[in-house]
């Protein structure tokens, strides 16, 4: 008499979600992989191409969705049932344009955010690249993170110099004379940024309070050295939705739906 033995495989479904995933952060990266496993489908949405990433395992798309046509459009194309916003902590003109759509329509969004950097003095705090520019002193080198589209906020510049960091030699447009382009890709030491301040004779850092370990070398650097230091103040986030710190969080979110 044969006896057969019946082994049951029990798969875990995946959620029907199909997910918007604003892509411009290490958390988004985090979160790709894991997604895919939970929901339906994952499209990430990037302003631009990455620079300092490896491609998304997901569908990606490129470009700015801040137009409500093109935003409604782009929910609709792909059918989205859920919005998780792990875009860059500075994009909050996408973030606000994103979260008011998701209201109108009913979809369930969030923000995953890492916290930002504790400043106090000596550094100083500026609300945004125009209040930084301002608080220049006259004659001032200054080495600024703030990316190419900020340029036109620190016009006039009472400075000596510019040196603005790129992670490459694009040449999308042309530089004001008081801007000098500073090619590298990140990660960097604090040893590493402390060198080049030295070499370039850097009296004064202006950048983002982007938050987290990778960022922050340059702002250690700066403050060892004694350098003026201003830090930019990150958006706030849209008022009254859910935000994580953690891509965790996130996802034990949005397994929650």
Known sequence: MRCFIFTRIITRMKKPLR?????????????ADPLMAEVAAVIAVLSEPERSFPDFPCRTETGSLTDPAALEGFLDRFQISCILDAGHGFDAVQSAATATRAAAKGLPYARVLRPVWPV?????RAKDVAAAAGMIRHGAR?????????LADFAPFAGACLLLRQTTD???????DFVQPVLGSPPFTQE??????????IDTLICRNVGGLPSRPKLDAALAMGLETIVIDRPAPPAGIPCFA??????????SL
């Open 170 to 176: 694009n040449g999308r447009s042309a530089l004001p």
């Open 192 to 201: 590493q940024e402390a060198a080049l301040f030295a070499e370039l004779r």
């Open 142 to 150: 200054v080495f600024a993170t703030t990316g190419r589209a900020s």
């Open 120 to 124: 106090a003095p000596p550094a100083r």
């Open 19 to 31: 997910v918007m995933l604003l892509a411009g952060s290490a958390e988004a990266h985090a979160l």
């Open 246 to 255: 953690t891509p965790d969080a996130a996802l034990a979110w949005v397994r």
